[in-house]
């Protein structure tokens, strides 16, 4: 059986590719390399925000494109912040032909359409019920129905490749090693999370002293196996995560929720000696990034007073408070910063001097400007004044890595040397160049998913001569 295109992962990113090809005309193989029906895959995982860069996806494209631009401090990639700008509002409507639902969340302002039905929110994974898992099997259902092929259990290698274009796909099925033949090859297996060695010599960090906050899928093979045969990788040194409890590394209920990170981003995270070092005012994202660069990640630790905790009753998709202490996360509480030091095992000299010149930062625009810096255009910062006060320890979280494979605004990789190699695309989080810089910017998982896969399935089309409809 001759496939027209063949696709490497079945997420949303491999599966918006494969349906958006087979409305076109073609035939496309779509491989999976986990052999369950219900295979785990961040796609599944997933919440289903979607948004561009925080904004809804019926925004003005020229804004949407600016805020790529703009969030990543220009680390992004002109051509495809552009094509995500201009295509996100009919990716939605692309999404809603297949079947996809969408709704507002009830406890936030932001407008932003997710997917339908909203998954529980409660602390702990809880995607079964959610529209995540439920578009994911409708597509692959409707795959089917197009002519199309999702085969699971089969797990992509080598990518073959001869005088300059790419020829098939070196495969394996249950240790068989097999190769396929084809014009046109998606790379859409997730990112390399899953892969200590890239994660360490990319990111810079040891996965071993971060949460896992995914499925446990995207090792990188995709990266491997293009980067083989000389495409281009960028923006590797960055992750999307968030900041969790530190007592999720041996307790399943505390991920992928709650999150610590508006308790961050409005207060204070120390290191053990009671010094700060990130600029929390960044967000949970980065400072889930710059706690992972640490030298001892696993002695961080957010420290607020009672008003933030009385906060954290309303913020966030599963508000901490009190979701994290009832799903056993550690919340320390004392009536002094003393007592909270000793208890928290934080220097307590070192707590006291921070808090004390914080204070008189953000409560006074006193003294010397902070090291490091607090920004405060995004989250404003809560002075810590008000007792009892609070500490829970914190662990950063990765979700999925925000760099991978240089890709235009047509779905082609690129090579070294920036230009397509024939046959070759790739959509969702192998993808790089739209996300990272140096504030770890987060444009959205799931739109790099659904719009670079329709991007990548229709330049296909065109290209076998068989442009789809509409
Ligand atoms: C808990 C959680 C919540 C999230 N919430 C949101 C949200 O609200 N909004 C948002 O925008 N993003 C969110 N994301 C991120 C988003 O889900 C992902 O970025 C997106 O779904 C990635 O899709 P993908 O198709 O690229 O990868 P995946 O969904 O990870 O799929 C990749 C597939 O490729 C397969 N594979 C890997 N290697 C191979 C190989 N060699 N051969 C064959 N198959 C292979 C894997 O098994 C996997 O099934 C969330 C993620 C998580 C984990």
Not at 257 to 279: E, K, M
Request: aromatic letters at 6%; a negative charge.
């Amino acid at each position: 059986m001759a496939f027209d295109l063949i696709i490497i992962g079945a997420g949303f990113a491999g599966l918006t590719a494969a349906n958006r090809a087979a409305e076109s005309g073609l035939k496309p193989l779509v491989l999976e390399a986990s052999s369950e029906e219900l295979y785990r895959c961040n796609s599944r995982f997933s919440t289903g925000s979607l948004h561009v860069a925080f904004q809804p996806p019926s925004t003005e494209s020229a804004t949407l494109t600016k805020a790529i631009i703009d969030n990543t401090d220009g680390a992004a990639r002109k051509d495809l912040a552009e094509a995500i700008g201009t295509n996100a509002a009919r990716t939605i409507d692309w999404l809603k032909e297949q079947g996809a639902a969408f709704e507002e969340h009830p406890r936030r302002t932001d407008h932003m359409p997710m997917l339908s039905p909203l998954r529980e929110m409660r602390a702990g994974l809880d995607w079964e019920g959610g529209g995540a898992n439920a578009l994911l099997q409708k597509l692959g259902q409707q795959l089917i129905k197009r002519g199309g092929e999702l085969r699971r259990g089969t797990r992509a290698q080598n990518l073959l490749y001869q005088d300059g274009k790419i020829t098939g796909v070196e495969v394996v099925t249950d240790q068989v090693s097999q190769t396929l033949s084809t014009r046109s090859v998606v790379i859409a297996d997730g990112g390399f999370q899953a892969n200590a060695e890239y994660v360490q010599q990319h990111i810079g960090c040891d996965i071993s002293q971060l949460q896992r906050r995914n499925a446990g899928t995207g090792a990188g093979d995709g990266m491997r196996m293009a980067t083989e045969i000389g495409a281009a990788a960028v923006g590797l040194d960055s992750f999307y995560g968030h900041v969790l409890s530190r007592d999720a590394m041996t307790n399943d209920n505390l991920w992928p929720y709650p999150q610590v990170d508006l308790i961050c981003a409005t207060n204070i995270v120390v290191d053990g000696n009671g010094q700060r070092f990130a600029d929390e005012g960044l967000g949970g994202i980065s400072v889930a990034n710059t706690i992972a660069r640490l030298d001892n990640p696993l002695t961080a630790t957010a420290i607020f007073d009672s008003r933030s905790w009385e906060d954290a009753k309303t913020t966030d998709n599963v508000p901490p408070n009190p979701s994290l202490p009832d799903a056993g996360g550690t919340v320390i509480e004392a009536d002094t910063l003393r007592e909270l030091a000793v208890a928290a095992n934080v220097n307590s000299a070192g707590l006291s001097v921070t808090i004390a010149l914080y204070n008189e930062h953000v409560a006074y625009s006193a003294g010397e400007p902070l090291s490091p810096v607090r920004s405060q255009s995004t989250y404003a910062a809560q002075p810590i004044m008000d007792p009892p006060f609070y500490a829970i320890p914190i662990c950063a979280g990765i979700t999925v890595t925000s760099g991978g494979l240089s890709v235009n605004g047509k779905g082609q990789v690129m090579d070294t040397n920036d230009q397509p190699i024939t046959g070759l695309y790739a959509a969702g989080s192998t993808v790089g160049g739209l996300e990272g810089g140096p504030r770890a910017a987060y444009v959205g998982g799931l739109i790099k998913s659904f719009c670079i896969g329709l991007l990548a399935a229709e330049t296909i089309a065109s290209v076998h001569g068989s442009p789809p409809a509409n």
